[in-house]
C-alpha cells in the first residue's frame, strides 16, 4: 500500500509569494492533517479535513489555508509568504478524523522563504 | 534528508543499553499522550500512547510513564539498537471539544555502536 505522499519535496519562495502545496493520503483515508515544523517551535497543529470539511483548525493567521478534494487528496496553501513560513511542512493521513495515533506521515514539503 | 531539530538535547546511548527519553507537558487537562519516532528525512512514526488514567503502558521494546502530578512523560527502550537513532518527541492532547494538540521539540537519540 503506498504511503502518504508529498509535493514538491523542496521549495524555495520569496517574501511576499505565495505557495501550494499538495499531499496524497493512503488510499481509503479520508482525514488529512496538516502540521508545520520548525526547529524552534517542533511540531505545530494547522488544519485537519475529513470529507472535503475542514474538522480542526490550530491557531495559525488566516494567510493559511486549505482544503480537500473529493479524492481525499488535499492541498494547503500560505499567502503572502514571511521569512518566518521557512518549515517542514508534513501532512498526515488517517482513517478517521482526530485519531493522532492511527496518522499516517508523509516525508514532508521543505519550504524556503528568503 | 531534511534535518529535524538541529539544536535539540542529545542522549547518547552504548547499543544495547537502555534508553529514557524525557517529556514535560504543559496542560494538566491532557487527557492522552504519544510519542513519536522521527528519523532525518522522514515524517514522524507514532511509537506508543498512554492515556490520563494510566501511569504506564508497555509496547514491544518500548514502555511509556505518566506521571501526572509533576506533569512528566518518559520513553524507555530497552535494548537500544542501532535503528532507534532519531529524534523522539512528545504530543499531549486535549480530547473535550475540539480535539488540541501540544508537541513537544524533541530529544536526538544517538546510538552508539
Known amino acids: 500500500k503506498a504511503g502518504v505522499t508529498q509535493t514538491p519535496r523542496y521549495l524555495i519562495k520569496t517574501r511576499g509569494q505565495q505557495v501550494t502545496l499538495s499531499c496524497s493520503p493512503i488510499s481509503g483515508h479520508r482525514s488529512v492533517s496538516w502540521y508545520q515544523q520548525t526547529p524552534g517551535q517542533g511540531l505545530q497543529f494547522l488544519f485537519e479535513y475529513f470529507s472535503e470539511t475542514q474538522r480542526n483548525k490550530g491557531n495559525f493567521p488566516g494567510r493559511f489555508s486549505g482544503r480537500q478534494f473529493s479524492n481525499s487528496r488535499s492541498e494547503m496553501n500560505v499567502s503572502t509568504l514571511e521569512l518566518g513560513d521557512s518549515a517542514l511542512y508534513l501532512c498526515a493521513s488517517s482513517l478517521i478524523s482526530g485519531k493522532l495515533y492511527e496518522q499516517y506521515f508523509g516525508p514532508g514539503t521543505r519550504l524556503t522563504v528568503t | ?113
Open chain 2, 1 to 113: 534528508g531534511e534535518s529535524v531539530g538541529l539544536h535539540l538535547p542529545t542522549l547518547s546511548v552504548q547499543e544495547g543499553d537502555n534508553s529514557i527519553i524525557n517529556c514535560a507537558y504543559s496542560n494538566s487537562a491532557s487527557d492522552y499522550f504519544i510519542w513519536y519516532k522521527q528519523e532525518s528525512g522522514k515524517g514522524p512514526q507514532f511509537i506508543i500512547d498512554i492515556r490520563s488514567n494510566m501511569d504506564k503502558r508497555q509496547g514491544q521494546r518500548v514502555t511509556v510513564l505518566l506521571n501526572k502530578t509533576v506533569k512528566h512523560l518518559s520513553l524507555q527502550i530497552a535494548a537500544t539498537q542501532p535503528g532507534d537513532s532519531a529524534v523522539y518527541f512528545c504530543a499531549e492532547i486535549i480530547s473535550s471539544g475540539t480535539y488540541k494538540y501540544i508537541f513537544g521539540t524533541g530529544t536526538r537519540l544517538k546510538v552508539l555502536a
